[in-house]
Structures are given as structure tokens and as C-alpha cells.
């Protein structure tokens, strides 16, 4: 545009309201006043960045001028919050008036091991309050680790009557009610996944709660429901949803269920297979269904799961579909090598593969000799103890290494692993961008060589150039973090556990990785002056998680002094109400425009206690403990937002 | 900063914690904490009994109680445990939250004490911390790192599909084609002794030992009759009375039923589960009974080693 050369410069600090000129466009209507050049600037800019959808393209517009800010502003239709406390929701529907698709992250993930207390915070209400009001229009809705009540998903049914996607990942708080209330009002849902989620069995029958005409369903998934589902009903809902694509069924569906779905939903790709066991154990002669030839009637399907109680001689069924599938979650199917033999050897378009450490090193070489096109690969134990052989092992991760070149994404659970085999991985796969590693055994070194896992992991950081997401494990020393921070120079997230010797491993990573945004840690030694050596990093960051270290709640609240701009979340487990004790337990610091928030819980009074009083007797007794489920509803502590001074 | 780990890095020291342990939680627990009933220490806390949530808590005086009450019973019992679970395992899998109370106390003499037996470097960890099996430690709560969700795998289904469920509707308006229209099918030979003509049988349509057994019986009866009735002089009436092959399976009848596994070995059929029987069976025999001594004694499941080939 040629108004391009006169204007103004843009660069910032520039105020686009000064100097509006009049420019006469062509000849004819000499009383045209044309729009200033700001204003064609504006409107030229809202219909350009109407394209642009990368999120960290639009922030980085946005930072332009002015100008730039008001129109990316105003055409923004997808929003990311990555931590709902590090901005209230009326400043974000303030700024961004347009949104149709939010997506909100609450709780930090180390709340997924239970190191947070359920009523911790991450509330979806206040939210829901603000877009109830300015986003009325908003069609998809995706939260995760968040607070939801069956209230929430009420007034969202209500306030966004073309909501036509809503994902709940890993939420809490809400039940078959609030499902119930979904299904009737959402008339325009077309997705409804709930993923990890805990979700209370109000008894409802929420399946029976859809429209009885044709829907618009495109994806449904429910198999974290842990609630009986009238079957009847969603086999008529199916066979009226012909957009559906993606069934994913929880384990109270039986095999024999499934089929009866399988034959009026040919056409899905993604199925999540239930329980994958008939309801008893059919005695031979009687009829059974022919599971084979439903599943070859699926010839879309690319992505199975589910099989969560599967009896392993159903798995044959699955042959027809292995050619076509490249996703394939075996991680609750607890089954052998030899079982998975003959099922992984014909998927060789597999990209994605979940699976138990029952199938062994020996089923792994299956895998690593059949799917050439792997990329992600997740292997999680079938017991979780610390002491154990394990079926797994270097042997295993060896070979996936040698022949899944094309790795990216691995999360590897075992009892014993050695150096050797994760540098061989870093060298034959150097595609790697995701590395989580768990070594159950807490500060386990190399089993062979009896040496830290330092040089694995080194290896992993120097070789895996693209490597954005890391997680240790195993004997480390401050050795393991000085590789970190010299070669993770794209490393975004990293999770620690029981590591490090001093305050410099924490040191080197703080000041040596410049793209650090998600650090969490547990139980390691790292006080006070490691932690005041992230203080220029801070603010870019996502979040940083201490528990079980050596920081002090002096130290805190230096960081808070100096960083007015973070909230610094300590807790402590103290007795008294206002404990002098140093004592930090755990440090949630994260960078907030609204300061520290006013839903922290307080000190309650624990009714759990009496429960655990009784298992502690019951342990005497000799009843064994896995037999008690302890669910603390409210349990006391001490959540100290600290606030930051005023500037002295 | 002094060196920083659990005790149970797996240097010698390790089989001493216990022991260790109990002097140091005996030393803080007179330092802080005297008379306080038994009761009163559990009550207060809230915890995996004797396990610690973080490594601070374990100086903790309350938690000694615990420790002394969750670990003794197995170190007691013999002193170089090895990976044998403890309790605690289970613990590992409940996912309640760790609420531990304790007193403000220092880890600094933990630590201190801690010092002589952990090298900050590491370097000197010997391979003799491979050596020795790691005792258990005192679990810590969401550790290792998995959900909820996924804990439980080994216990086996627990099937929920034998609710009440509303919805439960007998399948019988299905493909009459049975299960074997999965490829998959095991034949393996059979061979009866006194029969020169092999059979193959499909493991595969079976589910049961019980179902083998009768199908044995069926496939070489006739068979089994028409070779005694040939090997007579065949004076008698050539309608032989086919005698009902049975007991194959407790050694109660004329035959029993072997096989050969993978590994080459001559096993009893019956004594593992059906479908690893299945999967490592490579070949089956009728023998008779009496030439199994260990049958005409009266029954010892086991691999016999009986010279000849099958």
C-alpha cells in the first residue's frame, strides 16, 4: 500500500492517533474523506490477521504497537490460557472480545500424584462468570486440571447455546448430573470427550438425556465415566449420530456390546473398545458374535483403545484393522509378549503405541521389529512399586531405539536402566523431543556399572537437538544438570525427581536453558540461593514447582520482594496457624498480572485423621492396606500466599 | 550445601537403616517430644503408617511410631530384606493425600549423620550398591509417578460388567459363527499309544481341559477299538463295544493325556492354566497309564522322563 511510506513510524512508543491526514483516493466524489491511515491500517490489519491462528504469531503481533494490539485484539477467536491464575477472567474478556474457542489450564501437573490438596484451587466458576457474559457465542470449550461442579456445566449449557465442542482433561468436581445436563441442553454438540477425569456416579442416566432426533455427535468419549450406562439408549443414540467418528466407551461396555455398536458405527475412526470381555465367560458352542468381521467392517478405524479388562483371546479380533492403524493404546491390558506378538507384527503403520510393562523387553523387540513409523511410544508398569525385577528394561528401550528411527516421543517406566542404552537412543533418534525416563527405584544408578545415570541423560540433551520436554530419574548428580543446562537450549519443560547434590544443579539449569517455562521438582536439595539465581527468568516462565526441597520461606519471600509480578504459593504443614517455622514444603511460583488469589484454601480441621487412625489399626490387624480407600475430602494446610511487598 | 539423598542409595549403609533409623527417631523423640501416648501420635498424623511423605518427616518424632510399627515387622523377620514388598506397596496405590503433621524439626542432623554415609560425588558408589538388593524404602506419596487411574493393573478385573445394569440384554440375535473365525487355531498331533494313525486336534476350539479330554476320548475311541479288535483274531463280533476313553486327566483311567511343552519336556497335561497350556503345548500323547510310574503310585504332577520319543 503506498499510504505505507508516509506513515508515521510504527516502531513502539508510537501513538497511531496523532497526525491523521487526508488523503483523496482517486478522483469522483471530492466530499469523500477517506479513512485516515491509522484507520485503513486498522482494518487492513484485522482482515490480515484474521489468518493468523498461531497463537505465539498473534502475541508477537500484539507487541507491535498500539495499533497492532487493538486489531489482534478484536480478531483473536482462540484463546490459551496456560495457568487460569495468571490472569482474572475479566481482564481477559476486557482485552479479547471475539473468542469462540477458550482453552484453560488449572492445576499444575505434579497435583496428578496427589501432592496438592484436592481443594487446592483451580475453579472454573469465576471463569465461566466472565465469558457467561462475554462470550456468548463461544463454540469450544477445553479445560484441564480444573475444578468443574455439575453447577458450572449447568450455567454453560445455558450461556452458550452453540457450544459445539466441550474437552475435560484430567477435571474433577462434577458428575453424571452435570453430564445429564450437557447432553439435554448442549443442542449443538458435536464433541464431548472427558479424558482422566473424575467424574461421581450420581446415578443419572445421562445417555438418555441427548436429543431423540438425528444428532450432530462427531466425537464422544466417556470411558473414564466410572458409572454403569443404559445401553439400549446409546445404541439408539449411535445408530442416530451418523457424523460420529470417535467412540470411546468406558468398561462398563461389554465386548458383546461393543460389537452390537461396532456394526452401526462402521464408519469410526477412533474407538475406544471398553472392557473388551463379554459380561461371563462363554462356554464353547454357544453363540458368540462374529467380533472379526465387525472389526473388518471398520475400514476407517485408524486409532484403538480401551481393552480395559480384556480377556486376551478376544485380541485376534482386532486383525483386521492392525494394517490401518496408527494409534494403538494397549495401557491397560495387562498382557504377555506372546499375546502381543501376533497382533503388533502386522501394524506396521503404527505411529503411536501405549502399552503395560507386562508385554516385557521381549515384546518391546516386537514392537521396535514391526513399526518402522513410530513416534510416540509410552510404556507404564503394571505395578507401581519401587522394588521390583520388572519385566523391562535397557534391553527394551535398546531396542526401540534401533528401530524406531523416527521416535519423538517416549515415556519409559522400568525398574533398571543403564547409560548405554539411553546414549544409544540419543544417537538413533535424534528426531527426540519429548524424553520422560522413570526409573521407579528412587536414585537408582546405572544396574550394570553402578555409575549415576548423568552421561544418559547428558547424551539425551546433547544429541536430541530438538528436544523440548525432559524428564530424569535414577542417581543423578549436579553433573546431570550442568549437561541440561549447556545442551537443553530448547528444553520447555523438565520434571526432577529425588536428584542433584547441591544448589548448583539447580543453578546451571536456571541461568544455562533460556526456554525454560514448566520446571517441577521433588525432593531433590536445592535451597534458597539456587532459587535466587532464576530470578531474570521467572517472568517467562509458566510456573516453577519446589516440594521436598531445601528452600525457605525466607528465601520465598525474597523472591516475591523482587519479582512484585509473581505469585509465590508456599506450603507448609504447620501446626500452627502462624508458624515461624522456615519450613517450606512445597513452592508454586508463577508469573500473574492480578495477584495472589483469593480462593487459597485455609487451615481446616481434618476429619481424615480418625480415618487413618483406623488404618493404622487395621494395619496392625494385619488387614492389608490397599484394602482401605482413603479419600480426604477436606484436609488441612497451610497454603501462605505470599504477597509481594510494596516496592521499598 | 552438604550432599543431600535418602539413605537408600543403595551404598552399604543401606541394610543399616532400619536400625539407624531407630536411633535417630529415638534421639529426636526424646528431644521433643515426651509423653505422648502411642495413640496420640497416630491420631495426629495423617500418612502412610511408617511411610514418610517427604524425607523431613522422617525425623519427625511423630512419625516414629509408625516407622517403628510399619518397619519392624519386617526387618525383624529377617534383617537383609530383599525386594519383598512391604505393606507400604500398597500404600503406593492409594492415592490420598499426605497431610503430615510434624513438628518444625531441622533435618540438619539428619543430614548431618547422613554425610558420612553419602559421597556427594557419587563417583564412589561402588558397584557393591548393585550387589545388594535395596530394602524397601518407606514409600512417598506420588511416587512413582502414576495416576490414580492407572494403579491396580495386576489385580485382575474387576468386572464390572456383572452389575445390575439396567441394560443387560442377552445376545441372541447375533452371527452364529463361533469364536473360531478368528484365525487363529493351534493344532497340534496327538498320538495314542496302541495307535498307529495319528490325530491333529484344534486347541483353539476348546476352552477347557475338561472339553480336551472328551474330545480325545471321541477321536481315538473308535480307532482305539478297531486296534484291539484287529489285533485279536477276529473271531469276535466285529461291532467291538467301544470302551469310553476316560480319566485321561487324574490318572484314574486306562490313559492319561501328555504333552510336550516348548521347552521340550514331558509334562502331565492339567496342571497349568488352559491358556498356557495352550500356548506352550507343542505336541500331545495318549500313554498308558501303567507305564507311568509315577501315576501308578498314586500321583505326583511333574515332569516325567520317560526315555523314547513321542
Known amino acids: 500500500m503506498s499510504e505505507d511510506e508516509e506513515l508515521p513510524d510504527l516502531g513502539g512508543g508510537a501513538t497511531p492517533n496523532s497526525n491523521s491526514t487526508v488523503v483523496s483516493i482517486g478522483g469522483g466524489d471530492q466530499n469523500y474523506v477517506s479513512p485516515g491511515p491509522d484507520q485503513v491500517l486498522e482494518n487492513v490489519l484485522e482482515n490480515v490477521l484474521c489468518f493468523l491462528t498461531s497463537r505465539r504469531d498473534r502475541n508477537a503481533a500484539s507487541l507491535v504497537c498500539k495499533s497492532w494490539y487493538r486489531a489482534e485484539a478484536l480478531t483473536r477467536s482462540e484463546l490459551f490460557i496456560g495457568n487460569c491464575y495468571s490472569v482474572s477472567p475479566r481482564r481477559v474478556t476486557n482485552r479479547f472480545r471475539l473468542i469462540k474457542a477458550i482453552a484453560i489450564k488449572g492445576k499444575p501437573r505434579f497435583s496428578d500424584f496427589s501432592l496438592l490438596p484436592p481443594d487446592w484451587g483451580a475453579h472454573f466458576a469465576p471463569w465461566l462468570r466472565a465469558m457467561a457474559i462475554s462470550y456468548r457465542a463461544l463454540e469450544k470449550l477445553y479445560l484441564k486440571r480444573m475444578c468443574v461442579r455439575d453447577e458450572d456445566l449447568a450455567i454453560a449449557a445455558h450461556s452458550f447455546p452453540i457450544l459445539k465442542e466441550l474437552v475435560l482433561v484430567c477435571c474433577e468436581g462434577f458428575g453424571t448430573d452435570g453430564l445429564a445436563i450437557v447432553a439435554r441442553e448442549c443442542r449443538q454438540i458435536r464433541v464431548l470427550e472427558l479424558m482422566d477425569s473424575v467424574i461421581r456416579d450420581n446415578e443419572v442416566d445421562w445417555i438418555s438425556c441427548f436429543p431423540e432426533d438425528v444428532t450432530c455427535l462427531e466425537s464422544l468419549i466417556f470411558d473414564c465415566v466410572e458409572a454403569p450406562i443404559n445401553f439400549e439408549v446409546l445404541e439408539r443414540l449411535v445408530a442416530r449420530s451418523p457424523s460420529l467418528k470417535k467412540l470411546m466407551l468406558n468398561s462398563y461396555i461389554s465386548i458383546t456390546q461393543l460389537y452390537r455398536l461396532m456394526i452401526r458405527a462402521p464408519q469410526l475412526t477412533h474407538l475406544g473398545t471398553g472392557s473388551f470381555s463379554p459380561l461371563e465367560i462363554v462356554a464353547q458352542g454357544e453363540h458368540e458374535p462374529d467380533y472379526f468381521s465387525a472389526f473388518a467392517a471398520c475400514k476407517s478405524l485408524i486409532c484403538l483403545s480401551g481393552f480395559k479388562e480384556i480377556i486376551p483371546e478376544y485380541l485376534s479380533a482386532i486383525y483386521p484393522v492392525c494394517g490401518n492403524l496408527t494409534s494403538l493404546n494397549l495401557s491397560y491390558a495387562n498382557i504377555s509378549a506372546e499375546q502381543l506378538k501376533p497382533v503388533i507384527r502386522q501394524c506396521h503403520k503404527l505411529q503411536t503405541f501405549w502399552a503395560l510393562d507386562s508385554v516385557s523387553d521381549e515384546g518391546l523387540q516386537a514392537v521396535s521389529a514391526a513399526c518402522k513409523d513410530l513416534r510416540e511410544l509410552r510404556v507404564f508398569p503394571v505395578e507401581a512399586l519401587e522394588d521390583a525385577e520388572g519385566p523391562v528394561s535397557e534391553v527394551g528401550l535398546l531396542a526401540i531405539s534401533e528401530g524406531c528411527r523416527k521416535l519423538q516421543s517416549i515415556l519409559y517406566f522400568c525398574h533398571r536402566m543403564t547409560n548405554a542404552a539411553v546414549v544409544a537412543m540419543s544417537k538413533n533418534c535424534p528426531d527426540l523431543v519429548v524424553f520422560r525416563l522413570c526409573i521407579m527405584g528412587r536414585h537408582m544408578p546405572d544396574h550394570v556399572t553402578g555409575e549415576p545415570m548423568d552421561e544418559g541423560f547428558g547424551a539425551i540433551v546433547k544429541n536430541c537437538k530438538k528436544l523440548t520436554r525432559l524428564a530424569v530419574s535414577g542417581l543423578l548428580t549436579d553433573r546431570v544438570f550442568n549437561y541440561i543446562g549447556q545442551y537443553g537450549k530448547l528444553l520447555r519443560t523438565l520434571s526432577v525427581a529425588f536428584a542433584g547434590n547441591t544448589d548448583l544443579g539447580l543453578k546451571y539449569l536456571l541461568e544455562g536453558c533460556p526456554k525454560l517455562q514448566k520446571l517441577e521438582i521433588r525432593d531433590s536439595p536445592f535451597g534458597d540461593s539456587a532459587l535466587f539465581a532464576g530470578l531474570h527468568h521467572y517472568y517467562n516462565m509458566r510456573f516453577l514447582w519446589l516440594s521436598a526441597c531445601k528452600v525457605t520461606r525466607q528465601g520465598c519471600k525474597e523472591v516475591a520482594r523482587q519479582l512484585p509480578g509473581l505469585v509465590v504459593e508456599v506450603i507448609a504443614w504447620n501446626e500452627e496457624e502462624n508458624g515461624t517455622s522456615e519450613d517450606v514444603d512445597t513452592l508454586y511460583l508463577y508469573r500473574s498480572l492480578d495477584g495472589p488469589r483469593a480462593d487459597a484454601p485455609r487451615l481446616m480441621v481434618r476429619p481424615s485423621l480418625i480415618m487413618l487412625g483406623k488404618a493404622l489399626f487395621n494395619y496392625r490387624a494385619g488387614f492389608p492396606l490397599a484394602a482401605l480407600k482413603i479419600s480426604p475430602s477436606s484436609c488441612g494446610f497451610h497454603a501462605l500466599a505470599v504477597e509481594p511487598s510494596p516496592a521499598a | ?310
Request: glycine share 8%; proline share 7%.
Open chain 2, 1 to 310: 550445601m552438604e550432599g543431600y539423598s535418602r539413605k537408600d542409595v543403595g551404598c552399604p549403609q543401606l541394610l543399616d537403616l532400619i536400625p539407624k533409623e531407630k536411633e535417630w527417631l529415638v534421639k529426636s523423640a526424646e528431644e521433643t517430644n515426651h509423653g505422648l501416648s502411642e495413640e496420640k501420635k497416630l491420631e495426629l498424623r495423617l500418612g502412610p503408617p511408617g511411610g514418610d511423605w517427604t524425607f523431613k518427616q522422617i525425623n519427625g518424632p511423630k512419625n516414629e511410631s509408625l516407622l517403628s510399627f510399619g518397619f519392624f515387622p519386617n526387618t525383624t523377620a529377617g534383617a537383609t530384606t530383599t525386594s519383598a514388598p512391604t505393606p507400604w506397596q500398597h500404600q503406593a496405590k492409594a492415592s490420598f493425600f499426605p497431610l503430615m503433621e510434624k513438628k518444625s524439626c531441622r533435618t540438619v542432623e539428619l543430614q548431618g549423620a547422613e554425610k558420612k554415609a553419602f559421597s556427594p560425588a557419587n563417583k564412589a558408589v561402588p558397584n557393591s550398591s548393585n550387589a545388594q538388593k535395596r530394602t524397601a524404602p518407606a514409600p512417598v506419596v506420588g511416587w512413582p509417578p502414576i495416576r490414580s487411574f492407572r494403579k491396580n493393573l495386576a489385580n485382575g478385573n474387576s468386572s464390572k460388567l456383572s452389575s445390575e445394569s439396567q441394560s443387560v440384554v442377552p445376545d441372541k440375535d447375533f452371527s452364529k459363527k463361533p469364536i473360531e473365525n478368528c484365525p487363529k487355531s493351534r493344532f497340534v498331533k496327538i498320538n495314542m499309544d496302541g495307535v498307529p494313525i495319528g490325530r491333529k486336534v484344534d486347541l483353539k476350539a476348546f476352552n477347557s481341559y475338561e472339553k480336551l479330554s472328551s474330545a480325545v476320548d471321541e477321536l481315538f475311541r473308535g480307532l482305539l477299538a478297531a486296534q484291539s479288535d484287529s489285533s485279536t483274531n477276529g473271531i469276535e463280533n466285529e461291532l467291538e463295544e467301544e470302551k469310553v476313553i476316560s480319566g485321561l486327566l487324574n490318572g484314574s483311567g486306562e490313559y492319561t493325556l501328555v504333552y510336550e511343552d516348548n521347552e521340550g519336556d514331558r509334562m502331565l497335561v492339567g496342571d497349568v492354566p488352559w491358556d498356557m497350556f495352550v500356548s506352550t503345548v507343542k505336541r500331545l500323547r495318549v500313554l498308558k497309564s501303567s507305564e507311568l510310574p509315577m501315576l501308578s503310585c498314586g500321583s505326583k504332577p511333574g515332569k516325567l522322563s520317560l526315555d523314547g520319543s513321542i
